[in-house]
Every structure is written in C-alpha cells, then in structure tokens.
C-alpha cells in the first residue's frame, strides 16, 4: 500500500535537504515549499504525480541515505510467504448460519460441511439419497412420502425425524433462497413418522430439488442451528472454527481435518484481500457476476457446474421473429464456444440445450456445429429472395448494462448475426429498465439469465401462463411435452422436449456458468467442488500446509 518517496529539496543554491516521506501508492503527491514536506492529495492516478510549488531544479545526485537502491531493490523482491499453520475459511461472524435464510456465498460454504439434505446433487446433477432412506410418488394425489434413515442423527446425538425435515421445509417454501424452486409446494406435513410434501401439480421429479439442507427444529433461531453434517460450528478464545463431529453418523474417518479455522470477513472484498494475504485458502467465486472483483494473486482453480442458463430470449410477438425459420436461424449464428472463452473468462459452458452439458442426460447428438456458411444460407431461407433495393432487417438485443460481462457477450451475438441482410444493435439499460421493458414485451432481443432447478423445468420460461414467458411463446405442443416431463420424468419426455425446441426456437441456449473454487496454490489437492458442496468429496481430498 506504501512506499517511501525519497527526493532533495533546493532552496536557490543557498543549500539543500532530503525530504523522506512514506506515501500511498496512487496518490498525488507535491511539495510544500513554506512546510518543506511532503503533503498527500487523496485523489487517485495510475502514477505519481510530483508538482513543485515556488522551488527551484530538482536534481538526482548520490544516494543520501547511503542504500537507497539497495532498499529499492529489496523492495522489490518477492518476499517468501509466512508457513500456513491452519486451514481457514473465511465467514461473516455473527451472520446466521441458518442454510435456509442465508444468501451469501461465505455462509454457505461453511454451511455445506454442517448441514445435510433429504438428497445432494453430484457432479451430473443427479438426487443422491443423504438422509432420505425411501421415497414414494402417488401422482392421483399428487404427494411424495419420504421416510428418513433410523441411523441419521445431529451433532447433539439426537434422531433426525421427520418432523425435524417437515420444519425446515416448511420455511424453506417461503424463504427467498428455496421459494422459487418449492412453488409447486402447498404444504409439507408428517404421517406415520414419514414426510408427506403436498403439491399443487404433477411434478415427479421433485427429489432433484430436495438438497436443501436440514436442520433440527427448534433450533433455528441460533446463530448456529443444529445440523447432521460432518462438522459443527464452535468458538474458543483464538476465535470460531469448525470441528470434525465425532459423533457423525455416517464416516468420521475419512474427514481430511480435525478442525477448520473461521476468519471473519465481512464482504467479499475483504474475503479477496484475506485470500491475496493467505489469511484464508478457499473462495468460491462467480468471477462473471455484476458486482465480482476478481481475485489477484496465483491460486488452484477448480470449476463447478451450476444449473444458471444464458440464452438469447426472442420475442416472437414480432412479425419477423414470429417466423421459426428465423429464430432457428439466429440460435444457428451464435459461435457459443468463442463467446464463453472470449466474453465470459470461460467461466461457463457451451449449450444449445436448456439443460447443462454436466446433466447426465444431456444429449450431444441433438447439437450442430457452429458454421457460418451454414448460418448463412438458413437465415437468408428465411428471409427469402433478396430484393436490389431491400433494407436490411432490423433487430435491438436488449441487455442490462451493470454487467459488462452480458454486455461484452451481447456485443459478441450482435457481431455474429450481423450481415448486408440483418443488422442487429445492443441496447444497454439498468435493470428496473430492463426488468420493466422484458414485462411490457418492448423489445426484440434480450440477452437473460435464469436459474432453473435440476431437473430442467422450463415450465416458468416457456409455458403459456409461465412467469418468465417475456417473448410470448405459447404452443400447445409445448406445453403439452412440458407436461408429460412433470408427470413422470423419463428422459425419453425431456429429449422429446429438447427436440421440439429446437425446431421451434422459442429462445437460443447460449451456455450453462460455473463457479470457480480457488485454493491456495499447492495447499488443497483431490477437490471436485459442487455448486452447493465445494469442499467435496469428503474423503478425496487433502490439505498440505506446508506447500
């Protein structure tokens, strides 16, 4: 943050004087001739800045102080960084740890070791049974009955009951972090010590949604509920830390660590700066998000898939886009390899399916090439025959301008379609802009955003009455496949759904984020991070302090 600034000060040949002043780097920085020192200005530049008010030539002459260079260089050189004694995550301190309120991402890394759910996604974003032990699905009544495992019990010792899971469910519908995914909720209820989850319409792939972690009830109000998970949380006198649970009732022995230090960092610029000074070892980061800052300094990077979709809304209320056989057209025209890699720091992958290419199912054979030839000859198809004297078709992709990310990668889309016979321009506006013209269909083009669950409902997007539908799609074919997929979950109905997207084209899969979970370099080796456990899997990795 501060060097020192050594420079000689001449008074009229009468004499002279070293002047040695600590000084921020970025600051304008004059002298002072009635002070004879240094003062500070607080604005900020790339450089110094030295102004000299009423003195006379600055000259360079021998080093006053006898070792300048020799400071300077030492200065400069890479000190050797202090041995790690600990393993630390960062976390905001007297923040809750309830999994079921909390929004940031600190609070839940720490959380994903403490807490457990009915079911945890793997890599392919398929359920795995945690604490779930049987599940049943009756679709006439539309209700799923889920027993718990006998042996699964939190960290105080005590049974995780169905009441207990009922509990956090129950707030979990209503909660800003779960609402969106439980909407088909009504209500959930305990029979026959098994949890009964009432729904409001057909929907069989509930367990793909039911990772939500699990806390004992009654304890919610705690800054730290009571979890199932391999860690608790705890506090002496050098602070909080996590440690192992040895009454965890599944496999102590494979936990990596006895305990994990909590360093308080009360945002995420102060986590980045903790990182940089190796005060803690792991961050998970969205490194495209509207408000990232990055992270400098080496460190191990590890991507985990997230169910977060980008795509090329296309509102086919308009006359032209109304036409299939354009919007194919234009989905064909986006090079969404380059577009990750050049526009989104790779942080992200390819997908002309409206499912993540880490899904299990994902189907590769549904995909064509990207090919500008090709892209060529469907949209002038579309268009028809050219006329001597036609103008160009004219379209305005609309996109939120706070993230320079989406707006590079609008930029980048309009680039790819623009040709003599299309010209496509980008609009960037703020988001209650944005968010207001998407509602009223005053655009052509958008650039969107949307999380969807794990099972890849787009019920919201592209349904009719869906609450997402901003282009206005409405086809019963659609509507119907949607349907069938909700009512009995076999890939074969999600394919089928896929296919009749993308001869319809009602939006442009653009690709699916990831997360990057960055280490210490050389400290944490064998991490394959999820989006919601990136410290996983437990037994696979370990921890060097002394890289």
């Known amino acids: 943050e501060y060097i020192t600034l ?77 041995p790690l004694t600990a393993f630390t995550l960062p976390y905001i301190a007297g923040g809750t740890l309830d999994p079921v309120r909390t929004t940031d991402t600190m609070q839940q890394t720490v959380e994903s070791l403490m807490y457990q759910g009915l079911f945890a996604l793997d890599a392919q974003f398929r359920p795995q049974a945690v604490l779930a032990d049987s599940w049943t699905y009756d679709s006439a009544q539309r209700t799923w009955t889920i027993r718990i495992k006998a042996d699964a019990a939190f960290s105080d010792g ?8 009922a509990a956090t469910l129950e707030r979990a519908r209503t909660s800003d972090r779960y609402a969106a995914r439980l909407r088909d909720v009504t209500s959930v209820y305990v029979r026959e010590d098994a949890v009964v989850v009432a729904l409001s319409s057909s929907l069989a792939t509930l367990p793909s949604r039911l990772d939500i972690p699990i806390i004992k009830a009654g304890t919610e109000n705690r800054t730290a509920p009571t979890g199932s998970g391999p860690y608790l949380f705890a506090k002496d006198d050098t602070g ?4 192992a649970n040895s009454r965890w009732w599944q496999d102590s022995s494979v936990l990596p660590l006895s305990t994990i230090r909590l360093q308080h960092c009360k945002d995420q610029d102060s986590a980045l700066y903790a990182f940089t000074s190796r005060e803690v070892q792991l961050l998970t980061l969205d490194l495209t998000g509207s408000n990232s800052t990055g992270v400098s300094g080496a460190g191990d990077y590890a991507e985990a898939a997230t169910p977060v979709m980008q795509f090329l809304g296309m509102n086919t209320r308009r006359e032209a886009l109304s036409d299939p056989a354009l919007r194919r057209a234009l989905s064909a025209g986006i090079d969404r390899e380059t577009l990750v890699s050049s526009c989104l720091l ?54 939120n301008e706070e993230s320079s990310f989406k707006v590079s990668a609008a930029q980048e889309i309009a680039m790819y379609l623009n040709t003599a016979r299309l010209t496509v321009t ?17 655009f052509d083009l958008y650039y969107g955003e949307c999380r ?59 690709c699916f984020k990831s997360v990057s979970v960055v280490t210490t370099e ?21 921890v060097r302090l002394d890289a």
Do not use: H, M
């Not at 980008?426 to 005053?442: C, K, M």
């Not at 400290?523 to 370990?542: D, F």
């Open 158 to 165: 005590s049974a995780v009951t169905a009441a207990d899971v």
């Open 452 to 510: 969807l669950t794990a099972d890849w409902d787009l019920t919201a997007l592209l349904s009719t009455e869906g609450s997402l539908n901003y282009g206005g799609w409405s086809d019963e074919a659609t509507d119907r496949l949607l349907q069938a997929y909700r009512s009995n979950g076999a890939d074969a109905n999600l394919v089928a759904l896929w296919q009749q997207l993308l001869d319809t084209a009602p939006l442009a899969p653009i």
């Open 6 to 82: 050594t420079v000689r000060r001449i008074d009229d040949g009468a004499g002279s004087e070293w002047l040695t002043r600590d000084v921020k780097r970025g600051d304008y920085i004059w002298l002072s001739d009635a002070q004879g020192e240094f003062t500070c200005d607080d604005k900020t530049e790339d450089k110094f800045l030295l102004l000299a008010a009423g003195c006379a030539d600055w000259e360079v002459t021998e080093d006053p102080l006898g070792e300048l260079s020799d400071f300077y260089q030492n200065e400069n050189e890479e000190p050797e960084p202090e």
């Open 426 to 442: 980008v609009e960037a506006v703020p988001w209650d802009t944005f968010l207001a013209r998407l509602e009223s269909g005053d």
């Open 240 to 243: 909080a830390y996590l440690t």
């Open 346 to 399: 790779g942080q992200g992958t390819a997908a002309q399916l409206p499912a993540s290419p880490a899904y299990a199912g994902y189907d590769t054979a549904l995909e064509t090439p990207y090919d500008t030839a090709a892209y060529n000859r469907l949209l002038n198809a579309a268009l028809g025959e050219q006329a001597e004297d036609e103008t160009p078709l004219t379209l305005t992709l609309l996109v």
């Open 522 to 542: 050389g400290v944490v080796q064998g991490l394959s991070p999820t989006e919601t456990a990136p410290l996983s899997p437990l037994g696979g990795w370990s």
